[in-house]
């Protein structure tokens, strides 16, 4: 799957969430010293449930992805967290996708 495609199944999937429940959505950010966050809200969905091996790999201080899945206090629900080196952003979708 290419990059606009794994970009429009985030889309669609974000708006199909969005239509059953009112907090959480999806979150992207970059910090100063070019990390990746990634959080999606998950509660009352169809992957809620469903269990999630936390990731963690280091390949260099630039290669890097670590995931899991917690509850929130900003957006109070269940959250899909996932952050990444600079060239990252594309696995840490692929990952979300892959679980979802």
């Known amino acids: ?6 970009i ?3 889309q669609a999937w974000h708006h199909v969430q969005r239509k ?3 907090n959480g959505g999806v979150f992207l950010e970059t910090t100063d010293s070019l990390i990746w966050k990634v959080k999606i809200s998950i ?3 169809e992957v809620e449930n469903q269990p999630f091996n936390s990731i963690k ?3 260099n201080k630039n290669n890097w992805v670590q995931c ?7 957006v109070s629900c269940l959250c899909f ?3 990444g080196g600079p060239e990252n952003l ?3 979708i692929d990952i979300f996708i892959t679980w979802g």
């Open 1 to 6: 799957m290419g990059v606009t495609k794994k």
């Open 81 to 83: 967290f996932d952050a």
């Open 90 to 92: 594309e696995e840490i």
């Open 57 to 59: 790999l280091s390949r």
């Open 20 to 22: 059953e429940k009112q």
């Open 68 to 74: 899991f899945v917690s509850y929130d206090e900003e």
């Open 43 to 45: 509660e009352n969905t």
């Open 8 to 10: 429009s199944w985030i």
